[in-house]
């Protein structure tokens, strides 16, 4: 009999049930991540960080993005069809929010606001928001988040300012939420696959960061660039729909209560709000009965919120609160084009 | 009367101490991101002012504990961001006790996909008279097990009060529920006990709904009892789209489309339109979509509950208040079934409803009754309570 070890062991048991489920330890501040060579404003990726684009991006309130992946070295994420690709402990997601001070001549420079990471350690993803300072020297990471006063010029020379907002801790897994695990949004076949001329999973096949890639690319299903006018109506707005609305509004995601599926790979019209009532709108429904009526924007729910700077109407609920106009005209154009189904 | 006293007592805060600024925000956020699984966090007194939603998620075994309800207040007044006041998501074993949460642009305080969830002396409320404007709901569980709501309170939501949905084993236990469009909401939840609750000044007191499209797509076996459901005569002020929006002003208790339902020992006083409302999803007259809703109430026992109504006209603002005070004047019936129903539930020998499918009315003090027969055009209303004696 050995009475003291398992009494220990009974200890152990009842310590870590009791831990925090995050209590992933982070650098206080970027540069010690080594991430970017210096300065560190100039977001130059050290070896190893390797940028990536995907086809349908997240709208945060005309923020610019750029993004980066590291794997460990030697080590390859393994491809999936449907949600986010297997990433092996080690890996980091990078995600840098910057604004140019006139987006009509980017070289008159960018005031970069925060830069996310996502980080696999033990078998469980991890997110952080990192607040840049006034000077550009460093940014610090931000577990309550944070609010920084922006102003610039947009690309038809209108002045434009904001209380920008950094996202909490908890608020990362708002969005980045699947089955309540957190989970990374764009690093899957759908947001990466593409462009056709050079497909990136190509480039990530041939650099070892990427296994499992099927023969036949044609197989994977892709998001389109939602701004480019080259695709139909309905790609672009099922796209939309897909990566700004879909990682809550699935069945795996935070919205599911809801009932209402924006992901592109919903089939049932009524499920991606055809004619189907609101649930918890509130105020949100603005008074009207469906979340989309065919040949009807100014009757759809689904449009009049995206349309709202009310906190409590608006959607997204968060990340957003400056409209996007071009996806609200977007999907303005889709429900004025849809059949009556 | 009731309004008036609310009115004075939000007045009477205001010389407490004020607390405001982004620090409050930031360093009440990552508190609440930084405990320990199973510790508890003390709320001081005071009024605390937040631009953002509160969160608290995926940990275990938390309290959080204020100094009382309407001495710790949190006022979202100038809420920019967030859907809700306070969010508590994936987590297990919260308890939130003793404090008030005021103005949130959205609901108060919602909790989703929390197992042992409790609300204790916890209160939501909106300042002014009721409003359009307010958030949906006062406390919301939703795809919660195991959930308690005790001692607390909900004042002008613009949906339901104490709302909770999709949520299994639930306890709303002397509550008191003031100026929302439905008191107390019960939807698409299943094992709930409604006791010892007070509704009233709402427009309509307790609800029991089960709605197509969900997720968790069937509710059922609620007891409602020894509840007080006291003149829910508030105008609908419900935006329009939102279920809700349908519901009488005037109403006490409504079940629509839930199966296995039992009222009783309540006391249910002065509803000027209807005590108490049997009804299937069809009167609401929104197409359904979902094959696998069932839109029918079955299983329904309405008993041994006290009615009074003085003999006023029922309130005109919705198509039932019209069609009672046509049909009824103003001896409007305590307790109304649709009367919508398929074939296969009745017993084509006797007319009645099958077991299965049954809806049974008997003992109530000041029993009247009406089967309006919506479904017909009103053709067959009858106030003949036999078919539903289940005897």
């Known amino acids: ?341 | 009367m009731f309004r008036r006293l609310y009115i004075l007592l939000v007045f009477a805060w205001i010389p407490s101490i004020v607390f405001g600024q982004p620090e409050i925000q930031q360093a009440w956020q990552e508190e609440w991101i930084l405990v320990e699984d199973g510790s508890t966090i003390n709320l001081p007194e005071g009024i605390f002012h937040f631009t953002r939603t509160l969160s608290l998620e995926g940990k275990k075994k938390i309290h959080i504990k204020g100094a009382g309800m309407g001495k710790t207040i949190l006022s979202f007044a100038g809420q920019i961001e967030g859907g809700e006041g306070i969010r508590i998501t994936n987590s297990e074993g919260i308890r939130l006790e003793g404090f008030t949460v005021i103005d949130s642009k959205g609901d108060g305080i919602k909790a989703q996909h929390v197992n042992d969830i409790q609300f204790l002396f916890v209160e939501a409320k909106w300042s002014g008279k009721p409003d359009k404007e307010n958030g949906a709901y006062g406390l919301y569980p939703v795809q919660c097990q195991r959930v308690l709501l005790y001692e607390s309170k909900a004042y002008g939501a613009s949906d339901a009060g104490l709302y909770v949905g999709q949520c299994e084993q639930v306890v709303v236990r002397k509550c008191y529920a003031e100026g929302n469009v439905a008191g107390i909401e019960i939807e698409n939840t299943t094992h709930a006990d409604v006791v010892e609750n007070t509704v009233t000044g709402n427009t309509g007191g307790i609800l029991v709904f089960d709605l197509p499209d969900l997720e968790i797509k069937k509710g059922g076996h609620v007891k409602v009892y020894k509840n007080k459901v006291i003149e829910n005569n508030y105008k609908n002020f419900a935006p329009q789209g939102n279920i809700v929006g349908q519901v009488p002003p005037g109403t006490g208790i409504m079940v629509l489309a839930t199966s296995d339902v039992e009222i009783y020992d309540n006391e249910i006083t002065n509803n000027r339109t209807v005590g108490t409302a049997i009804m299937s999803y069809y009167v609401t007259e929104i197409p359904i979509k979902d094959e696998s809703y069932n839109p029918y109430p079955s299983r329904i026992y309405v008993h041994d509950n006290t009615y009074t109504r003085e003999k006023r006209w029922p309130i005109l603002k919705n198509k039932f208040g019209k069609l009672f005070l046509l049909k009824f004047g103003r001896k409007v019936p305590h307790i109304i079934y649709d009367g919508i129903q398929e074939d296969i539930s009745v017993s084509p020998s006797t007319g009645r409803l099958l077991p299965e499918y049954e809806i049974c009315i008997y003992n109530n003090k000041e029993e009247t009754f009406a089967n309006i027969d919506a479904g017909n055009k009103f053709k067959g209303l009858t106030r003949d309570l036999e078919l539903f004696r289940c005897q």
């Not at chain 1, 404003?41 to 995907?54: D, R």
């Not at chain 1, 997240?58 to 750029?66: E, F, P, R, V």
């Not at chain 1, 096949?205 to 299903?221: A, C, F, T, V, Y």
Request: hydrophobic letters at 35%; charged letters at 20%.
């Open chain 1, 1 to 341: 009999m050995y009475v003291p070890g398992s009494i220990f062991l009974a200890v152990m048991v009842i310590t870590f049930n009791l831990r925090t489920t995050d209590s992933y330890q982070w650098p206080a501040t970027l540069s010690e991540w080594h991430l970017f060579e210096a300065p560190l404003a100039e977001l130059k990726p050290s070896s190893g960080v390797i940028p990536y684009t995907v086809n349908a991006p997240l709208y945060s309130d005309y923020a610019h993005k750029s993004r980066f992946i590291k794997l460990p070295p030697g080590k390859s994420a393994h491809f999936n069809t449907t949600s986010a690709f297997v990433m092996p402990d080690g890996t980091i997601l990078i995600k840098n929010f910057y604004y140019f001070i006139d987006e009509r001549q980017p070289d008159k420079g960018r005031i970069i606001l925060e830069t996310r990471l996502i980080v696999r350690d033990q078998g469980n993803w991890h997110a952080m928001s990192y607040r840049w300072n006034e000077k550009q020297t460093e940014a610090t990471k931000a577990i309550a988040g944070g609010s920084t006063d922006i102003s610039w010029i947009d690309i038809a020379g209108k002045k434009r300012q904001l209380l920008y907002l950094i996202p909490d801790a908890n608020q990362c897994k708002n969005c980045h939420n699947k089955n309540d695990l957190l989970l990374p949004l764009g690093i899957t076949a759908r947001q990466l696959s593409g462009p056709k001329e050079d497909n990136q999973l190509l480039m990530w096949q041939r650099n070892h960061m990427l296994s499992g890639l099927p023969e036949d690319l044609k197989m994977i299903p892709e998001l389109v660039d939602y701004e480019n006018e080259s695709y139909s109506i309905e790609a672009r707005a099922r796209s939309y729909l897909d990566a700004n609305c879909a990682h809550c509004h699935s069945s795996e995601g935070s919205a599911r209560t809801s009932g209402l599926n924006l992901n592109y790979d919903e089939s049932s019209p009524h499920s991606f709000g055809v004619m189907k009532p609101p649930v918890a709108a509130g105020r949100g429904s603005g008074g009207m009965q469906f979340n989309i009526v065919p040949g009807k924007p100014n009757q759809s729910i689904l449009l009049f919120r995206m349309e709202s700077d009310d906190p409590g109407i608006r959607m997204p609920e968060i990340n957003r609160q400056i409209p996007h106009e071009e996806g609200i005209e977007l999907i303005r154009e889709w429900i004025r084009n849809m059949d009556d189904r």
